[in-house]
């Protein structure tokens, strides 16, 4: 089955720091990643979609100057959170599809959980 | 946009009891409807879907059916087992294509379901 790989799976940093997390579709070519953020005992809320080789799309809400996403390749895609605090801490986790069929599922990375000190 | 709705947030059942999960959706242009287990730091996974030209969809014990004309759709998990024991997410395609020709999913907000022995 798909594979989607997102690492690293935890880290920890200090408030102002920049963090990189990345997303890689290992079987598969994903023209389109999409960044959940999860906070804890709440649903996954979508903030950007990534498509390879253009600019991201962003949700209402989610600053673009703060989480950076580049998708430089057909199977990598990158979120930086930039300036990190307290309040970024949260589960993030990305996401692609196998086909760019319109009802294909989503194949979920194992997620990076942020904690901001 | 599309909006989903999600109920009980919290269902407790004994094992071999069988278990429903609501969820309503907005948006009459959605038409892939996915359910995803997730369990405690976890990757979200998916454990059935189902989509709007078929109105049931069985799978082992996982059921899922979908009713188009009142936007609403349920999981049904019957003889629950303690390994059941998860969040569960719905979801529905927000009807609508990105610019690379995908569309993206709404999450509900989940229902924490607890299987005891």
């Known amino acids: 089955g798909a594979v989607v790989s997102q690492h690293p799976s935890w880290v920890i940093c200090k408030s102002g720091t920049s963090v990189k997390i990345e997303c890689r579709s290992l079987d598969f070519q994903a023209t389109t990643m999409f960044w959940y953020r999860q906070f804890p005992k709440q649903s996954l809320m979508l903030m950007a979609t990534s498509n390879e080789g253009s600019k991201a799309t962003y949700e209402q809400g989610v600053e673009k100057d703060k989480f950076l996403i580049n998708h430089a390749s057909l199977t990598l895609s990158t979120l930086t959170v930039t300036s990190a605090h307290p309040e970024d801490s949260s589960f993030y986790i990305c996401?692609?599809?196998?086909?760019?069929?319109?009802?294909?599922?989503?194949?979920f990375g194992n997620g990076t959980r942020l904690t901001v000190t | 946009g599309e909006n989903v709705e999600q109920h009980p947030s919290t269902l407790s059942v004994q094992e071999g009891d069988s278990a429903v999960i609501k969820c309503t959706y907005s948006d009459s242009a959605s038409n892939y409807f996915p359910w995803y287990k997730q369990e405690l730091g976890k990757r979200p996974q998916l454990i059935i879907d189902?989509?709007?030209?078929?109105g049931e969809k069985k799978d082992q014990r996982i059921a899922v059916t979908l009713n188009k004309t009142a936007k609403h759709f349920s999981l049904h998990i019957t003889e629950t087992q303690p390994e059941d024991s998860a969040v569960y997410f719905c979801a529905a395609s927000m009807g609508y294509e990105s610019h690379s020709g995908y569309s993206t999913l709404t999450f509900g907000k989940g229902t924490m379901l607890l299987v005891s022995p």
């Open positions: 189902i989509r709007s030209n078929v």
């Open positions: 996401s692609a599809k196998v086909d760019r069929s319109r009802n294909s599922p989503l194949h």
